[in-house]
Nanobody, 121 residues
Framework: EVQLVESGGGLVQPGGSLRVSCAASGFIFGNYAMSWVRQAPGKGPEWVSGITDGGVSRSYADSVKGRFAISRDNANNMVYLQMNSLKPEDTAVYYC??????????????WGKGTLVTVSL
């Protein structure tokens, strides 16, 4: 059974940093790209970032480019999202998602339950 468990969310002030993590199990982690998707209150889901199976290629939404960094640890089945220079508009539930293939634009088939990130004074 595929399981994705996010952690690390919380309250942070504007301009601050936070790292969210995702522990994956139930599939051959190193064979699949992984993505982060967020959903702000009252809005639809927004793809944030993706990383290929081996971690060589990464991509970001324009809204987070230059501020966020995705990474993965295939030995420990973990994927991370380092978020810097956070803005109030980054407030959202952040979901880890398993991609359908080894590239991050094939679509996603499993999501975790999410972790809430709140950026506020």
């Amino acid at each position: 059974e595929v399981q994705l468990v996010e952690s690390g969310g919380g309250l942070v002030q504007p301009g601050g940093s936070l790292r969210v993590s995702c522990a994956a199990s139930g599939f051959i982690f190193g064979n699949y790209a992984m993505s982060w998707v967020r959903q702000a209150p009252g809005k639809g889901p927004e793809w944030v970032s993706g990383i290929t199976d081996g971690g060589v290629s990464r991509s970001y939404a324009d809204s987070v480019k230059g501020r966020f960094a995705i990474s993965r640890d295939n030995a420990n089945n973990m994927v991370y999202l380092q978020m810097n220079s956070l803005k109030p508009e980054d407030t959202a539930v952040y979901y880890c998602a398993k991609d359908l293939g080894n590239w991050y634009n094939y679509g996603m088939d499993y999501w975790g339950k999410g972790t809430l990130v709140t950026v506020s004074l």
